[in-house]
């Protein structure tokens, strides 16, 4: 079933406010960011591409034509707002409780945490391995800052998260 009216509106609206924080303001480039920024715009929209998905849905995103190393807001919109409708979709997040047993593998004392500049080296060495300014905000949203650790408890609900609309 497609989204109601109401429903599209605010699809449109996330997207339109997560591009805007990292829109460039300058004469020649305005409603545009820079494509580095896309991966991390896409995930605070709660889509989650593996990294095979996501340099396909930059090159979508960008249009074989375009060389500026930016992209055009119209453009993501268009198919932001495509993933983000579709519940067939293949950017699904993984469940908590999946994500905690992925966390407790990194806890093998069973402390209810894991420190940061631990989860900062599995992040940025393994798997698809996440840019150093990604790992950086990832720590900002995730650590605790009295202690320096990521309580995974609290943290695994909101990675789990799904950011598109339920329309049904």
Not at 34 to 40: G, L, M, N, S, Y
Not at 51 to 77: A, S
């Amino acid at each position: 079933m497609p989204p109601s009216f109401e429903q599209l509106e605010t699809i449109k609206r996330r997207i339109k406010d997560s591009f805007g924080l990292f829109e460039i303001e300058t004469k020649e480039k305005r409603g545009m960011v820079d494509e580095r920024e896309i991966p991390t715009i896409i995930r605070s929209l709660g889509i989650n591409p593996a990294q095979d998905q996501l340099r396909d849905l930059i090159t979508e995103i960008r249009g074989e034509e375009n060389t500026t190393g930016c992209v055009e807001f119209d453009r993501f919109e268009k198919v932001m707002v495509r993933i983000l409708t579709d519940e067939a979709n293949n950017y699904k997040r993984d469940s908590e409780e999946k994500i905690l047993r992925a966390f407790r593998a990194f806890d093998p004392e069973n402390k209810g945490y894991i420190e940061a500049d631990t989860l900062k080296n599995i992040l940025m060495t393994h798997g698809d391995a996440f840019r150093p300014e990604e790992v950086t905000e990832l720590l900002s949203v995730a650590c605790d800052e009295a202690s320096g650790n990521i309580y995974y408890e609290d943290y695994a609900e909101l990675l789990a998260s799904d950011g598109r609309m339920d329309v049904a």
